[in-house]
């Protein structure tokens, strides 16, 4: 469903502070029409300069690997590292790839998997929550997600208001719904009339509406909403993850089947189940999983903070 965003005014961000990101958004507007094998390659290279550019990212990178990857070598992390600052380097490009390509150019990129248990969910006349995590590639194969489904998702606001104001107009040309992420009773709402909702609740918000349940061996602050929409909402959740294939031969976005006995009733019980689900997803691609977002931050009482 495609739409056009009447709030999104190019003459409110005309001001010099704005200028380096039009010039930026420009080339890369540019750099999408080149063959989507070359800019795969341009975006490992960005990766690779931005390991020296942004140490303090690359340090919450190493961090996180570290954690979640004792037992590989030090060699091994450094590598992985490496390998998922080149991924999300690919991420810019994929994004831009997804503003400015059509169907035709990106559906032969695609492979769509299990497709069968979304239909079957909404035969039964239940909203749907699409489980996932953060991965370099989720805003790509979104784009082509909703292209094949009438999609709602849950988002948070950019802190950069030429951004958000972007992000948010080609969000609302290809998505059937955008809901705030502070608005969880307007999702609630889209469950309760049978939508589609694509949520990846894998970030660290805090204590607030949080267990500690263990995630990559390390008790974490988990949101416990999911459990609470699938209640509130009576909708069925389905898992679903979205990665980049090897010796670029494309994406693959599997869906797989509803979750069943969930939600327990059980807060820890429930969170760990999510955890356990995203680390399974993960280990299909760690290198692709978003490690730059500080996802140990919150720390149980007494317990040092881990990225001092």
Known sequence: ???????????????????????????????????????????????DLARYLLPSRRRIIETNIAIAYPHLTRRQQRQLVKQN???????????????????????????????????????????????????????????????????????????????????RRHREKYYTGVIDNHDLRAMVRALKNNRICWYAPDQDFGRKQSVFAPFMGLPTATLTITARLARLSGAAVLPISYIRLPDAKGYQITIEPPLTAYPSGNKLQDATRVNQLLETLIESAPDQYLWAHRRFKTRPAGKPGLYD
């Open 1 to 47: 469903m495609r739409r056009s965003n009447p709030n999104f005014e190019p003459s409110r961000f005309l001001a010099p502070r704005f200028w380096p990101i039009w010039f930026f958004l420009g080339l890369l507007r540019v750099l999408a029409q080149l063959p989507w094998r070359w800019q795969l390659k341009l975006g490992a290279g960005l990766g």
């Open 85 to 167: 600052m080149r991924s999300s380097g690919m991420a810019v490009f994929e994004t831009m790839l997804g503003w400015w390509r059509d169907e035709q150019y990106l559906n032969p990129l695609f492979q769509i998997k299990g497709m069968e248990h979304l239909d079957s969910a909404r035969r039964q006349g239940r909203g749907i929550i699409l489980l996932g995590g953060h991965f370099t590639s989720m805003l790509l194969c979104g784009r082509m997600l909703a292209t094949r489904l009438p999609l709602y998702i849950l988002v948070k606001k950019a802190k950069n208001p030429l951004f958000e104001a972007l992000m």
